[in-house]
């Protein structure tokens, strides 16, 4: 473990799993302290133990629901009254629906719509307006190839997604000579739970042809944030997608996107 950054702290919604935790094992190598956010407090602390024997790190988490309205003035609150000062913020807390958007739960959706969207919003001008007063600190925001290009049966979820990489950039062009960068990462499919959540556990041809693993994400991601650079796309046919889609017909993406999320048995 390299100890540079002994002394900082990264907070990491959506932690204990997936590319959140593989994010948490990326800085818990380089000897940064952890804050872990995610509602499941059980899988939350399993991890958090995980992280302290693997790297030897203080692992503070924090079990909450961030697809709640109030949660990010919550969160916020809660930093401020244990004295915790966040050095790196790193938005990855999120999920997806599948189906026709008017046959999936309404609730569901607006859960969606506030965790992917609202909630990242509003935590990160939190978080910002403290590392600008310091004139230091770094934003990392998922976000996913998705946003690219519209979404049939995963309608929210894209939308969401290319929400997440226009505001990363404006507002990574806003805090130029602040001290504080904004990196978003845009993951294709990446070997997590995210799937069977999203209802898409049958995928077989889409994981065959994307899938990357949790950890070459996380780390990707990590050294685009540390180079200070705008947008990270990891992998070789992740960037190859997203660079092909500027140039396809509308139609054509359309189609394609559809039969990709088409359940395969």
Request: hydrophobic letters at 45%; glycine letters at 8%.
């Amino acid at each position: 473990m390299t100890l540079q950054h002994e002394k900082k702290t990264v907070l990491i919604t959506g932690g204990s799993s997936g590319i959140g935790f593989a994010l948490a094992k990326a800085f818990a190598h380089r000897g940064y302290k952890l804050v872990l956010v995610a509602r499941d407090g059980g899988k939350l602390d399993k991890s958090a133990k995980e992280l302290r024997d693997l790297f030897g790190v203080p692992c503070e988490t924090i079990v909450l629901d961030l697809s709640l309205v109030d949660s990010p003035e919550t969160l916020h609150k809660r930093l401020h009254a244990e004295g915790i000062l966040i050095d790196v913020l790193v938005n990855n807390a999120g999920f997806g629906t599948w189906g026709n958007f008017w046959e999936i739960d309404s609730v569901r959706s607006q859960q969606e719509m506030q965790l992917n969207m609202v909630t990242l919003a509003l935590l990160t001008k939190r978080i910002a307006n403290e590392m600008i007063q310091r004139g230091n600190g770094k934003i990392l925001n998922v976000a996913s190839t998705a946003s690219y290009q519209p979404g049939p049966m995963m309608a929210i979820y894209y939308a969401t997604k290319a929400f997440v990489v226009s505001f990363s950039e404006a507002l990574s062009k806003e805090l130029d000579g602040t001290g504080v960068t904004v990196t978003v990462v845009c993951p294709g499919p990446t070997e997590t739970k995210f799937q069977r959540h999203a209802g898409m556990a049958k995928m077989h041809l889409l994981k065959k042809i994307f899938m990357m693993d949790a950890d070459t994400v996380a780390e990707k991601a990590y050294r685009g944030l540390m180079k200070g650079k705008r947008v990270v796309i990891p992998g070789l046919m992740n960037k190859m997608t997203v660079f092909s889609v500027r140039f396809l017909p509308k139609a054509f993406i359309l189609a394609v996107v559809s039969f990709l999320h088409k359940r395969r048995g």
